[in-house]
C-alpha cells in the first residue's frame, strides 16, 4: 500500500502521531532529498530505508515502486516539506496507483499553502493555487492576468530571486491590489508582510527575501459582471444532476460567489 505523508513545513514538532507510526512501520521511505528528510528520521528516531525520489528521477524509478508495491509492500512517500504532489512529485505514482488498483491513502498534515491562506485573512471559501509563478515574463503575466481576475484569493510559491520580479509584475497590473507575503510558515522568523506591491518592494530593498515564500492574492474587488460562462455551469449542473433551474443557480451562485438574482439576470438575457 502506498501511504501519502505530510511532513512538518518547518517546526518539527508539527508531525501527527498517525504519520510516525506509518513511517516506523513501512517497508521504506521515498523522499526528494535523502539527506534532508534524514533529518526528520533522526529527529523522531525512525531507521528505515531512504530512496530518492524526485523530478528528474520520477519516470525512471515508477516501475520499481509499482512493483513492490503489487508485491504487497508498504511504501511512503514523503516530501521535503509539507504534503507530496502538491508542487512537488509523487502525483504520477498516485495515478499509476489508481490505474493498477493498486490501494493508497493519506496521512494529512502540514501544507504551506493552507497555512498561508488562514494567515492571510483573505477569503478561504473561494480561492485557487496556482503552483509556483513561472519564471518566463510571458507566462507570468498571463497567469498574475487571470489570478487579477479571479473572484477570490489566488496563492502562489515563490522564490527569494523571483518575488520581487512578481511583485514589479503586479504593482504594473494592478498597483492597489491588496497583497500578501507569508515566509518561513511555523519556523522561529516565521512572518506575515501586507500591502499594496510598492509597500512589499520598500519593504525587500531593506530586508533581503529569504526562505520558503507564500504569495497571496486578494480577490477581484469590483463587482464581476456574469457572463455566459457562469450560464453554461448552470445548464451543465442542471442537466448533469437532474436539478431543476432555481436548483442549479443555487448551486452555480455559491461556486461562483455571485448573487442569485444576477445569475437570473442573465438568465433571461441568454
Known amino acids: 500500500m502506498l501511504y501519502v505523508v505530510s511532513t512538518p513545513i518547518g517546526n518539527l514538532k508539527d508531525f501527527s502521531f498517525r504519520a510516525l507510526d506509518v513511517l516506523k512501520e513501512c517497508d521504506y521511505i521515498l523522499c526528494e532529498d535523502t539527506r534532508h528528510s534524514q533529518i526528520l528520521l533522526n529527529h523522531y528516531s525512525i531507521k528505515k530505508p531512504l530512496k530518492s525520489f524526485h523530478r528528474f528521477n520520477e519516470r525512471m524509478r515508477l516501475r520499481t515502486i509499482l512493483e513492490d508495491l503489487e508485491q504487497g509492500k508498504n511504501i511512503a512517500l514523503i516530501s521535503d516539506a509539507g504534503t507530496p504532489a502538491v508542487s512537488d512529485p509523487g502525483l504520477q505514482l498516485i495515478s499509476e496507483c489508481h490505474q493498477k488498483k493498486i490501494p493508497m491513502t493519506t496521512i494529512p498534515g502540514a501544507c504551506a499553502l493552507i497555512v498561508a491562506l488562514l494567515l492571510s485573512g483573505f477569503s478561504s471559501t473561494v480561492f485557487q493555487f496556482l503552483g509556483f509563478v513561472p519564471k518566463k515574463e510571458k ?20 522564490t527569494p530571486h523571483q518575488i520581487q520580479k512578481t511583485l514589479f509584475h503586479l504593482q504594473k497590473l494592478d498597483p492597489t491590489r491588496f497583497l500578501c507575503i507569508v515566509r518561513e510558515a511555523t519556523k522561529l522568523h516565521e512572518e506575515s508582510l501586507f500591502g499594496e506591491a510598492s509597500i512589499l518592494l520598500d519593504h525587500f530593498q531593506t530586508h533581503a527575501p529569504r526562505g520558503e515564500i507564500v504569495l497571496l492574492i486578494s480577490g477581484n474587488p469590483q463587482e464581476c459582471h456574469l457572463t455566459g460562462n457562469v450560464i453554461s455551469h448552470v445548464n451543465i449542473l442542471q442537466q448533469e444532476l437532474n436539478l431543476s433551474r432555481s436548483e442549479a443557480i443555487k448551486i452555480a451562485a455559491k461556486l461562483h460567489q455571485a448573487p442569485k438574482r444576477e445569475i437570473y439576470k442573465e438568465d433571461l438575457s441568454f
Do not use: D, M, Q, V
Open 139 to 158: 507566462e507570468r503575466s498571463l497567469i498574475l492576468k487571470t489570478a487579477l481576475e479571479y473572484r477570490g484569493t489566488s496563492i502562489f510559491y515563490e
